[in-house]
């Protein structure tokens, strides 16, 4: 018993549950309990730059070959194309066959302020998003924590410290150690996720209320099995197509996923997920190339989520969309997923911009999902988390870069490289 005590996923679990109860019962002080989350939150978003600028650096510089580097990058792109847009399909599909805004009245569903979303839905300016992938100043992109401008930063960088050969070891050295450094933070930091997960649930509970959940009971049900059928479907088949068992690897980062249902974020276990997938065999090059590209290129929860979402708004207000209508649904979201990947509440942006490039839904209809938004973003972080774990050991397994010894201990529970030596 006093083993179970310490074990992380157990603690996870049960913080999650206290924070239903405090939320269910004492929903004014779970509703004061968001700061808590928040700080969690904050405390992992605080080493996240610096993680990832350290280990695409470090990836990139171990695997020597530039035109490698590159091969990968490509792959990691397409693979996230194909997938999301299956994602996408499958959305449309499932919410047409289902329909779970058919005979629901307006007028009977908690609504909600959505002039923020729409404003920044207004605001997104597609010229502006290439441009801004370039960081015009690099020590504000830190600042910011922005992944994609880091990651473009961390990949030259990464290429210019290559070009020196062997004068540079010195340099990657210091890294390396910097490195250690910092995940050792991370150490430290993560004994304090069940806090987050207890303060994240209880929020969300005692804020929104179980309630809100009866109206929009029909869409939550179809959002969560389209989305187990996603994973246990197209990833598992995905996975048994390279060679290796996807509920194995579920069991793996069954401590991440419990820690992303409690915060509703799959950024809290950005560092850690990346550390988890070397322990699994991959390689470093590999995973510091792929997971910062997936956080923002590959969201098949947000995609699934929004391509359902706009059915479902569509059938609340009566409106028949053609094949072609759904067909430029698709080719918006394809785009836009992608635009607000790293915008605060960039789901609603998504879902404001997608409604009113489309001009046959009313963009006002968005209210009504804000009062269960919260309880489908569990959904939607839990699945791009996976998806992204999934897609890098696909490029792992395709490049070469999979460890299968290094693979079989650590799903045995041991450990073939050391903790120093896996950062």
């Not at 999650?16 to 004492?26: K, M, P, R």
């Not at 409690?262 to 470093?284: A, D, F, H, N």
């Not at 919260?374 to 792992?396: H, K």
Request: with cysteine.
């Amino acid at each position: 018993m006093k083993r179970l005590s310490k074990n992380l996923t157990f603690q996870v679990l049960i913080a999650i549950s206290l924070g239903i109860l405090v939320g269910a019962f004492f929903p004014e002080i779970g509703a004061k309990l968001k700061p808590i989350g928040d700080v969690f939150i904050n405390l992992i978003k605080m080493v996240i730059a610096p993680v990832i600028f350290l280990t695409i650096v470090l990836g990139i510089s171990s695997m020597g070959n530039l035109k490698k580097v590159g091969r990968v990058g490509g792959k990691a792109l397409l693979y996230f194309e194909v997938v999301t847009t299956f994602a996408l399909v499958i959305g449309l599909v499932i919410a047409n066959v289902t329909k779970p805004g058919a005979g629901l009245e307006v007028n009977d569903l908690a609504q909600g302020d959505i002039s923020a979303y729409q404003k920044g839905a207004q605001e997104i300016n597609w010229v502006e998003f290439i441009t801004h992938i370039v960081p015009a100043n690099v020590v504000d992109a830190f600042a910011k924590g922005d992944i994609l401008q880091v990651l473009l930063f961390s990949v030259l960088f990464g290429v210019g410290l290559t070009k020196m050969g062997v004068a540079g070891h010195s340099v990657i050295q210091t890294f390396e150690k910097l490195s250690k450094i910092f995940f050792n933070i991370l150490g430290v930091v993560m004994k304090l996720a069940p806090i987050g997960a207890f303060g994240g649930m209880a929020y969300s509970i005692g804020k929104f209320g179980l309630a809100t959940l009866i109206p929009l009971g029909k869409l939550m049900l179809c959002v969560y099995a389209t989305m187990f059928l996603f994973i246990f479907v197209v990833l598992n088949l995905i996975a048994r197509l390279y060679g290796f068992s996807l509920w194995r690897y579920l069991k793996f980062i069954k401590e991440e996923i419990l820690i992303v249902l409690g915060t509703s974020s799959s950024e809290s276990v950005l560092p850690m997920i990346m550390r988890k997938l070397e322990r699994y065999g991959c390689s470093k090059s590999v995973v510091g190339l792929v997971i910062p590209t997936g956080y923002s290129f590959n969201l098949d929860g947000t995609t699934i989520y929004l391509s359902m979402a706009v059915i479902f708004l569509a059938q609340v207000f009566g409106v028949e969309l053609s094949f072609a209508q759904e067909l430029t649904i698709i080719g918006i979201l394809m785009i836009t997923s992608k635009g607000a990947a790293a915008v605060t509440g960039g789901g609603f942006i998504v879902l404001a911009s997608t409604l009113g490039a489309l001009k046959v839904v009313p963009v006002e209809g968005m209210a009504l999902l804000l009062g269960v938004d919260r309880f489908m973003s569990e959904a939607r972080a839990i699945t791009n988390l996976i998806g992204n774990g999934v897609a890098t050991i696909v490029v792992a397994k395709s490049e070469g870069e999979f460890d299968p010894i290094q693979n079989e201990i650590a799903l045995g529970g041991g450990d073939l490289v050391p903790d120093e030596e896996l950062v």
